[in-house]
């Protein structure tokens, strides 16, 4: 079956400027996780979803960061005023339910210019 | 706090010989340790997990693990490496706190030379 995707693959934005990356999970999964990996910080945690819980943004590194999940499948992340210090991969993945194993999409590179 | 250890940066492997990327972790409680491996340009796959139960995990593409609670260590292994499993491989402990949240350890690079 299909598998988690992102889009865009690529993204080139000018420092900032505000940019949107989407996520589409695995067609049941009620859990939806936000990660980033960059060369300083390896790979690191930023939000996750559970079905119509309130979400655990503990990893959310400011509040440029936001995200949110719409009917319960498609989620946004939303970086506002990107910095150069954002460019990053940024890695979505989604469970059946959040105890059981993440399925990562390929990512998004983002580079701010 | 919880955290994971891969000590080596880079394994380098002969084609057809054992390999094995070290990973230590320190939680508090019983932990669920994970292994993922990324290709070049490619989001993380899932190889195998620790939960509970027999202390060696066995998963994709001949890859396993031992869970050893004595030496706090959850080491990958493959008997017998092929090239295509030069990869970057990630070592992961769920959070206690927040169950959604994977804790990832540096990576290490693998590469095996035919």
């Known amino acids: 079956g299909a598998g988690v995707s992102q889009s865009p693959s690529n993204k080139v934005t000018e420092k900032g400027k505000d940019v949107e990356l989407r996520c589409d999970p695995i067609?049941?999964?009620?859990?939806l996780y936000w990660y980033r990996q960059s060369l300083g910080q390896g790979l690191e945690f930023l939000i996750y979803?559970?079905?119509?819980?309130?979400?655990?943004k503990s990893g959310l590194p400011s509040d440029r960061f936001s995200a949110e999940r719409t009917g319960g499948s498609v989620s946004t992340l939303t970086i506002q005023r990107t910095q150069q210090e954002d460019s990053a991969v940024y890695l979505c993945?989604?469970?059946?339910?959040?105890?059981?194993?993440?399925?990562f999409g390929p990512g998004t590179r983002l580079l701010v210019l | 706090a919880q955290s994971v250890a891969q000590p080596e940066d880079q394994v380098n492997v002969a084609e057809g010989n054992p390999l094995t990327v070290k990973c230590t972790y320190s939680v508090s409680g019983n932990p669920y340790l994970f292994w993922y491996v990324q290709y070049p340009n490619r989001g993380l796959q899932f190889l195998l997990k620790y939960i509970t139960g027999d202390n060696l995990v066995k998963g994709s593409y001949g890859f396993e693990a031992e869970f050893n609670k004595s030496q706090t260590s959850f080491h990958l292994k493959k008997p017998s490496a092929l090239v295509s499993d030069s990869a970057l491989y990630f070592c992961?402990?769920?959070?206690?706190?927040?169950?959604?949240?994977?804790?990832f350890g540096a990576g290490t690079q693998v590469v095996v030379t035919p």
């Open positions: 067609s049941g999964h009620t859990a």
């Open positions: 993945a989604s469970s059946p339910r959040v105890s059981e194993t993440q399925y």
């Open positions: 979803f559970q079905g119509n819980s309130a979400p655990d």
């Open positions: 992961a402990v769920r959070d206690i706190g927040s169950w959604g949240k994977l804790q």
